[in-house]
């Protein structure tokens, strides 16, 4: 009985992380959206000139990790917005952690670990290039982290 209740409260946290998750970058898009229409619109996690959201949805950073324009020019079409790509990670994340197959389980960990470095990425590129702090971006990077957490705490259980 405890491994089934173990079971269920991880696949409930998971589902935790991943609305979480889904709602920052639904969040991050709704700002970039808005600061694309109008160039004086603030987010309400622009607190002061060097932490703001807007700032940093708005810059080369904001898509395609900031690496997809230099190579593949601003408007080409895997130039998207980071939250938009966060969303679809969420939703894969989210339908992923249901299955119980290999395959499942290895895409998680594959994907998990992706986005635990673009997290360690763009948290770089916060502290070192824009010298900003983004609240929404820090949380979504503590959401994927707790991601990659849960999916190596449960292969590390079948080790043991």
Do not use: I
């Not at 079409?77 to 966060?86: I, K, L, M, R, T």
Request: charged share 15%; net charge positive.
């Amino acid at each position: 009985k405890f491994r089934v209740w173990r079971t269920m409260a991880a696949l409930a946290w998971r589902a935790a992380l991943c609305l979480a998750g889904a709602a920052l970058s639904l969040y991050a898009l709704h700002v970039e959206h808005n600061a694309a229409r109008d160039p004086s619109y603030r987010a309400a996690c622009d607190l002061a000139p060097s932490v703001s959201c807007t700032r940093v949805f708005s810059s080369r950073w904001g898509r395609g990790l900031g690496l997809v324009e230099p190579v593949l020019g601003k408007d080409s079409a895997v130039n998207v917005p980071n939250g938009a790509v966060g969303l679809l990670f969420y939703l894969l994340q989210g339908l992923l952690g249901l299955s119980r197959s290999r395959l499942a389980s290895v895409a998680l960990l594959g994907t998990s670990v992706a986005s635990a470095l673009a997290s360690l990425w763009l948290a770089a590129v916060l502290a070192f290039g824009l010298r900003d702090l983004c609240l929404v971006c820090v949380s979504t990077y503590g959401v994927n982290l707790a991601l990659l957490a849960t999916k190596w705490g449960k292969m590390t259980q079948k080790w043991d």
